[in-house]
């Protein structure tokens, strides 16, 4: 292309750029940290949402708490698209099935929050109906206590979670790959 | 409806059973299970409680008719509510629907038959509604035990 028609002004080649300072042309990092990093700012939440902690959720998601500031507002509606399983409530020995099909179908690499009492421990329910906490099925990474949790607490435990993913071995090639 | 015509449902409705009580503003009514759909279909029809709100059942386990199914009727026009008691043995807990007075009844009936494992003869849908197909017993008996869990999927190790 002729370059008196291309708009922009094409630069020198960067062997013959001078810079005083080539202190920032080089970054060094760990695989780990960076995909660590990468991956704690960029949750995708699914919210399994089944009782009245659903009020808190909406809370903590709007706009005076916004956890967007943490990579963690855009809900997705197919687990296939998330990476963070919010579960939020109650879950019962009839609903179980249909939150153990959708943590199956998330891809890796995937997190799990129990949100709120019942789902960490089944809270103040002990009865033929409810499901003594979700970590009898799936694994759990952070458990968000309260009755409902308090935004803050909410907001602790998507800190925590980040932490967590900050920490952990990222491996890019898995023996499932 | 005034509050003397306690009376007069007592006289026309259950003239053999115990005297009709008013508990929190609701008239009780105790009846045998044979009469229950036809003081249902005079309440409904002459008495104007087109509304059922209600159907459940309380487990008295010392007595020998150890079930209470409860109805609950109210008047829209009058604006009265009635509740009627009807027992039955653990043996053959059987009473009649009241599908063909009240559609709603279906729904209730089905749930009290989740709970009490109440017969209600002549409602022809009594799967599980709250429950799940597989649950065994009747949870909101006095004898279900408490910590009893049926889980349908398994539990991880640890």
Known sequence: ?177 | MASDDLGTLQRELVPAAGPATVSHGTIVLVLAAAELVTTARRLRDEFGFDLLLDVTAVDWPADELRFEVVHHLYSTRHRVRVRLKTRVGAGNPVVDSLCALYGSAAYMERECHDMYGIVFRGNRDLRPILLYEGFEGHPLRKDYPKLREQPLVAYREG
């Open chain 1, 1 to 177: 292309m002729d370059a008196r028609t291309f708009p922009i002004t094409p630069v020198a080649p960067a062997a013959s750029r001078s810079t005083k300072d080539a202190a920032f042309e080089y970054l060094t990092t760990r695989k780990d940290e960076l995909i660590g990093w990468a991956r704690k700012f960029s949750l995708f939440p699914y919210p399994f949402v089944t009782a009245c902690c659903a009020m808190e959720f909406m809370a903590v998601s709007a706009s005076p708490y916004d956890t967007d500031r943490f990579g963690a507002a855009l809900p997705r509606f197919s687990p296939r698209q998330a990476d963070l399983l919010m579960v939020v409530g109650t879950v019962t020995h009839k609903q179980a099935p249909i939150l153990l099909k959708v943590y199956e179908q998330m891809c890796e690499p995937k997190w799990v929050m129990a949100f709120g009492v019942c789902a960490s421990s089944g809270g103040f329910y002990q009865n033929y109906a409810t499901l003594l906490g979700i970590d009898k099925i799936i694994p759990v990474d952070v458990y968000v206590p309260g009755c409902p949790p308090r935004p803050e607490t909410v907001i602790d435990g998507i800190m925590q979670l980040q932490d967590k993913i900050a920490r952990s071995r990222h491996p890019i090639v898995t023996e499932r790959f």
